[in-house]
Structures are given as C-alpha cells and as structure tokens.
C-alpha cells in the first residue's frame, strides 16, 4: 500500500473509507476482481503508463480485429461520409501493444493498421457532429503515456473521440447544451477521461468526480495535474457534512467516495452522468446509486450501459429493462449506442 501511495497520494485513506463505508457501497466481487488488477499493473507500469495499462480495464478498448463491433459500427459510417485521409493516420508508440491486447506473435502489424483506421474514422464521425469545434482545439493530454495517432496534424485517441462524443450526448438537453455553475456529477469515473472534457470545455462548471479506489486516486492525480489552477475539494476523510459544506460547495473540482456521497446534503447539481460502471454492480447497488442520482440532481441524468452483460464474478446478468429508472425520470431518448452497438445510452430529465 506504501508503494502505491508515493504515486497515488490519498490513496491509503481513500482504502480506509471504503473499509468502513456501508455493505451497499462495498465493491461487487467484479470490482474487487478489477482492482487487484489494477493494482498489479499500477506497481509493475506505474501511473507514467496508465492510459496503456489500467485504462485498457475501463473504457479504453481498443479495436484490432475484423469482428470487433465498433470497428464495424465506424467502417459504416465512413462509407457514408467517406475520407481519403484517415488512410494516412498514423500510430506513435505503439509499444506495450502486444501487452494491452493479449496479442498472439502474428497480430501486432493487422491490430496496428486497425487501430490507427479506427482512430481515424472514429474522429471524422465525431467531428461531423462537433458543433462546437472542440476537436479543433483539443488534443489528448501525454500525461499517462496514451496511445495515440498523429491525423490531420493534430494527436488524437480513442478516449478524446469518445470523451467528446459522451459530452455532447449528455449535455443534449441543457440549454444551449452548456452546463450552469451547479455542474455535473459523475459516478464511476475511471481515470478521468469524460471530466477532463468537460472541464476543458465548460470551465465555469464544477465537476465533481465519485468513484471507489485506486480509481478515484488516478483521476485526483490526473485531473489535479491537468488543472491545477482549479478551486479543489481534494479526498479528504470526514463524518460530518457540515465540516466540509462551505469548502465543497466552493470547489470547481472535487474527489470523493460512495459512502461520502450519502453523508452530504443534495448537491443540487444540473447533471448526473454514468458511462460503462452500474451493470458492474449488484441490484441493489445500482437501485441505491440510481437513487442517490435522483436525490442530489436537478435537471438531467445521462446514462451509458452494456444492453445485456453478465458479470461472471457476482453471477448477475443486467439488461437494460433492468435499470430501476425513478419513477419521477423521465426519458428525454434512448438508442443503441451509435459507436459501441453493444451499448444503449439514455438521456432523462431529473425533476427538483
């Protein structure tokens, strides 16, 4: 545990608080899986390589077969729009690949070509819904050692052409599609990468990240990295909200854990997203988070799930009539998810 907190400060009591937090709040046997996991990868790479590790056991799946569906889903949507150029899209570094993929000796060369296609289409079909030219502007950020490809003189990644993607998604519905100053809550972050898009695009809202350890320790130091001139309510141990109101209420950008959440009065905030976490749960857990959503948002939740996923670990099968929506929601739109077919996302008005 000393180890991983030289490079992941607050990680120690961020353990402690899980240890003591509610049974409702405690990993599934998923998570627990996920994070031994995470941990090991944490101390063989450490967080330079984070995006190349940790980051694969989160969002950051990378296409490199034939059969891949997002591969498929993106091959169709270049066809419509075709662009000679993303031919000449071409990968950096692209070591550790082999380790990310469980690659057999014969796949490097294919899965690389894949991979930078992928990339390349992936970013066309953002940007022809990019109303606001954020690709124009943004870059994915070297910190954590990604894995990147160099396409229209600009370094681009999965984790920028979905983070873009996801915040025009659930920002659909809000006026003008900008948050207010009453900001977003995001459930299950993973490192980062969906707040550090919204943050770079929406810098007057504040952010306020909740997840479970070493998560929530490698989005603190990558996000705190990233900003560092933004007001912070770093993960700090508390057992009276009021001790800590003032000083939330103040941040623009704040860390905490499940059990923490449930302490604090109702945030009030305008936004609640969850990408790829709750059918990692157990029913219960996602009924008690799902509510909780519902006690500290007024006006949107935006929701992004596996349609249909078994977590082997906990022996559960969630679908996606399965989600104890409030009853209060209601649904703004529902699809299957444009760029991974395996998904849905919804979007749902939160009354006050």
């Known amino acids: 545990m000393a180890a991983h907190g030289d490079i ?10 899980m240890e003591r937090a509610p049974a409702i709040v405690q990993p599934s046997n998923f998570w627990r899986s996920l994070n031994d996991r995470n941990l090991r990868q944490l101390d063989d790479e450490g967080f330079s390589h984070f995006k190349r590790t940790i980051n694969m056991n989160y969002f950051g799946w990378v296409p490199h077969t034939l059969r891949d569906d997002q ?9 419509r729009h075709p662009v000679p150029a993303v031919f000449g899209a071409r990968l950096t570094d692209s070591s550790m690949f082999r380790d990310a993929w469980g690659l057999n000796s014969s796949a490097p060369g294919r899965a690389r070509f894949l991979h930078r296609l992928y990339l390349a289409t992936l970013w066309e079909h953002v940007r022809r819904r990019d109303r606001r030219g954020i690709l124009d502007r943004l870059e994915e950020p070297e910190l954590g050692d990604p894995f990147v490809a160099e396409y229209r003189g600009r370094r681009i990644s999965l984790d920028l052409g979905n983070s873009v ?3 025009y998604s659930a920002t659909a519905a809000l006026p003008n599609g900008t948050p207010d100053p009453r900001g977003v809550l995001e459930l299950g972050g993973g490192y980062g990468r969906v707040a550090w898009a919204f943050l770079e695009e929406f810098p007057d809202a504040r952010y306020i990240v909740c997840d479970i350890p070493p998560a929530l320790a490698v989005a603190q130091r990558y996000l705190t990295a990233l900003f560092p001139g933004r007001r912070t309510f770093r993960f700090r141990l508390f057992d009276d909200a009021a001790n800590v109101a003032e000083e939330l209420a103040d941040a623009q950008l704040a860390f905490l854990t499940p059990n923490q959440l449930m302490l604090l009065d109702p945030l009030d905030v305008e936004l609640f997203v969850n990408v790829s976490s709750l059918h990692e ?9 799902l509510a909780e959503a519902d006690r500290h948002t007024r006006g949107f939740a935006y929701l992004k799930q596996w349609r249909r996923w078994h977590n082997p670990e906990d022996d559960v099968v969630i679908a996606r009539e399965d989600y104890p929506i409030p009853p209060s929601w209601q649904e703004l739109g529902s699809r299957i998810h444009p760029i991974q077919p395996s998904f849905f996302d919804a979007l749902y008005g939160v009354p006050g």
């Open 8 to 17: 992941l400060p607050g990680l120690a009591e961020m353990w402690a608080e």
């Open 165 to 167: 993607y996801d915040l």
């Open 71 to 79: 591969l498929h889903a993106m091959a169709i949507s270049w066809l």
């Open 281 to 289: 749960m157990r029913p219960e857990q996602i009924a008690h988070y």
